[in-house]
């Protein structure tokens, strides 16, 4: 193996697992959007049934 | 090695002991962020001959697969919470299609770390053909032999090239399903090859796996690996059978079948069955020449042992030897329906053929021998009920 040669090759690796990393986090973020979301989406149903509740009283 | 001096040897093992602490390092660089300003750094070790690429192309499969753990787990458990809390919810789509997206990266990124440690081999359409120019020691096994080897070692002929390495310190020995189907075996004296004495089990197995060797389900051993697509088939064919089977059945016997869908619960449910010891199983399957993965559905013999005694022995559904036990002086009433019964399970699902299709010499029918028996019960009854009366 020549010294170009090793140092690609560990280039190619570096960058493989750097762009793994970042779609990792791509993931994460996407995850957290979708939950956090949820969590909206949750409170302002709990809203409405109060409100609805007081509505009715 | 012969060739080292006194003074190599030490530094040998000064390498030796300096190399945990080098991988631990590797592991951290790989975790941490920014790590693409380590590259110079492992090059350097690897020129060195510290690390070699294999260790540090594992330390990278192993950073990915770690990372792409804990997000697998972590949308896991939010899938498991959110399952309780709102089964119906439809973000728990979205997060499933996150985990495989996960999958997705995790092995892409796996195989860009794989085909970046290959190099030239890829020219070589096979592993023999390669390791022939690069070894001149290499040899390939007798056909007869290698035919051997592999009924001995229970590989199936399948058509991807799986095999077996040993390593040694002063041998590398590889068995494998060639191009041709047969097994070829090829030793390599490590310190012949340059380089190869370096690289390490991991390092050699990059290496053979670049010329075509695969592994699967994330099995560390070829072999390892073998068995557990022999046993994936195995399922598959097992399903398969017993699908046809489900086709022709009334939907009365596929009810029974349900309940006792695998033969051995059904067996066990009816406490006809005895299970032969292992050591007899194995020397039982070896006598037949029982290749596990080929044979399982449609083997089997019978015997008449004494009188109204028949012996069946068959492959289980767990690929062993099975042997049932039939009194038919005991076969009467609802106990004949459950022989019969049995006996379509054992037609439909086993059957009673040898390997190569043939019936064997012994084979009868399971529920003829039943009705045949049950006939002749009740003949000597009315026999004796005439005696009685006259």
């Known amino acids: ?57 | 090695m012969k060739n080292r001096e006194t003074g190599e040897e030490q530094v040998a093992q000064a390498e030796q002991a300096k190399k945990p602490s080098i991988l631990q390092r590797l592991k951290g660089i790989f975790r941490k962020e920014g790590g693409e300003t380590n590259a110079e750094e492992l090059t350097g070790a690897i020129e060195s001959g510290e690390v070699t690429i294999g260790d540090v192309a594992e330390s990278a499969e192993n950073a990915v697969d770690e990372q792409a753990t804990e997000t697998t787990e972590e949308l896991q458990g939010q899938i498991g919470s959110i399952e309780k809390e709102t089964p119906k919810d439809p973000i728990l789509e979205k997060l499933k299609g996150l985990v495989a997206e996960e999958d997705k990266i995790s092995e892409e990124a796996k195989n860009e770390i794989i085909t970046s440690t290959e190099t030239a081999e890829k020219k070589y359409a096979s592993l023999k053909e390669a390791l022939a120019e690069l070894i001149p020691n290499s040899e390939v096994m007798d056909k007869e032999l290698a035919e051997k080897w592999r009924k001995d070692n229970r590989i199936p002929l399948y058509d991807f090239k799986g095999g077996e390495i040993n390593i040694s310190s002063d041998e590398i020995s590889l068995k494998f399903v060639n191009k041709e189907g047969g097994i070829s075996q090829i030793k390599i004296n490590p310190a012949e090859v340059e380089g190869l004495r370096d690289m390490g089990e991991y390092g050699i197995e990059q290496k053979i796996r670049a010329f075509g060797f695969q592994k699967y389900n994330g099995e560390k051993s070829l072999n390892g690996a073998l068995y557990k697509l022999e046993s994936q088939k195995e399922d598959i064919r097992k399903q398969n059978r017993w699908d046809e089977f489900s086709k022709e059945s009334t939907t009365e016997e596929q009810a029974e079948g349900e309940q006792f869908k695998d033969l051995n619960a059904y067996l066990m449910a009816t406490e006809k069955k005895q299970i032969v010891p292992p050591d007899k199983v194995k020397s039982c399957a070896i006598k037949r020449n029982v290749m596990p993965g080929d044979i399982k559905e449609k083997t089997g013999s019978l015997t008449e042992e004494a009188p109204g005694i028949y012996k069946l022995q068959y492959v289980d559904n767990g690929g062993g030897i099975s042997e049932l036990v039939i009194d038919s002086s005991k076969i009467q009433g609802s106990d004949n329906m459950i022989a019969q019964k049995m006996a379509g399970e054992l037609r439909n699902t086993l059957g009673l053929k040898l390997p190569d299709g043939t019936t064997h010499p012994n084979d009868k029918n399971i529920g003829s021998i039943v009705a045949e028996e049950t006939y002749r019960q009740d003949k000597k009854v009315k026999e004796q009920d005439n005696e009685q009366l006259f």
């Open chain 1, 1 to 57: 193996m020549t010294k170009n040669n090793t140092a690609q090759k560990v280039k190619k690796i570096i960058n493989a697992v750097n762009s793994f990393k970042t779609k990792n986090k791509d993931i994460r973020k996407k995850m957290k959007s979708i939950l956090d979301q949820r969590q909206k989406r949750l409170t302002t149903e709990k809203i409405e049934k109060v409100k609805n509740k007081i509505k009715e009283l």
